[in-house]
C-alpha cells in the first residue's frame, strides 16, 4: 500500500468513527503534505479535528515517509460543495450562481437532486398601479450550480 492509500484508509477509519463529519477535501501534495478539510452536520469541532488528526499521525510511521498534516473545518464563506451541506443549511439564506443566472434566497428544500430557493419579490399589480410583494421559488439542480455560498446575517 502506497503513502496515499494508507492516508486514505485511515481518514475512512477517522471518518466511520465520527459518522456526522464528511470530508470535503483530501489534497496531498509531493512533499508528502497531507490537508484535509472537513465539514459535520451540526458543524465541526476542535476536538473532532484533533481526534481526525491523532488517528492519521499516529497510524503512519514518519521513519518511513516525512510528512506534515493539517486538518480543519470548511471556512464561513466557502462555497457548499456536497450535498450534505446543503441539506446542513436548509432554513439559511443562499446565493447561488449557476450558468446564466444569479438568485438569492431562503434554502427550503434540498435533496439529492436538486434544492429549492424561495425569496419574496416586488411585482406590478395584475390590475391597476402599484406593486405587490409575491413569494417566489425556484427549484435547481446540483449539475446547473456553479457555485453556492451561505449568506452570513452581520
Known amino acids: 500500500?502506497?503513502?496515499?492509500?494508507?492516508v486514505e484508509k485511515l481518514l475512512n477509519e477517522a471518518l466511520t468513527e465520527q459518522p456526522d463529519l464528511f470530508l470535503i477535501k483530501l489534497s496531498i501534495g509531493a512533499d508528502h503534505s497531507i490537508r484535509v478539510t472537513l465539514d459535520g452536520d451540526k458543524g465541526v469541532t476542535l476536538e473532532q479535528c484533533?481526534?481526525?488528526?491523532?488517528?492519521?499521525?499516529?497510524?503512519?510511521?514518519?521513519?518511513?515517509?516525512?510528512?506534515s498534516l493539517e486538518v480543519g473545518s470548511v471556512g464561513v464563506g466557502s462555497p457548499l460543495v456536497q450535498t450534505r451541506q446543503f441539506i446542513k443549511n436548509i432554513g439559511r439564506k443562499l446565493e447561488v450562481k449557476s450558468e446564466n443566472a444569479a438568485f438569492?434566497?431562503?434554502?427550503?428544500?434540498?435533496?439529492?437532486?436538486?434544492?429549492?430557493?424561495?425569496w419574496k419579490a416586488r411585482e406590478p399589480k395584475p390590475v391597476g398601479k402599484g406593486k405587490v410583494t409575491v413569494t417566489k421559488t425556484k427549484?435547481?439542480?446540483?449539475?446547473?450550480?456553479?457555485?453556492?455560498?451561505?449568506?452570513?446575517?452581520l
Not at 500500500?1 to 494508507?6: H, I, L
Not at 484533533?50 to 510528512?67: A, C, G, P, T, Y
Not at 427549484?139 to 446575517?153: C, G, M, P, Q, W
Open 104 to 118: 438569492k434566497g431562503n434554502l427550503v428544500q434540498a435533496d439529492d437532486q436538486a434544492i429549492v430557493l424561495e
Open 50 to 67: 484533533m481526534q481526525v488528526s491523532r488517528k492519521i499521525e499516529h497510524n503512519l510511521d514518519r521513519e518511513e515517509v516525512d510528512f
Open 1 to 6: 500500500m502506497d503513502f496515499k492509500e494508507s
Open 139 to 153: 427549484t435547481i439542480e446540483y449539475s446547473l450550480i456553479d457555485e453556492a455560498k451561505v449568506i452570513l446575517n
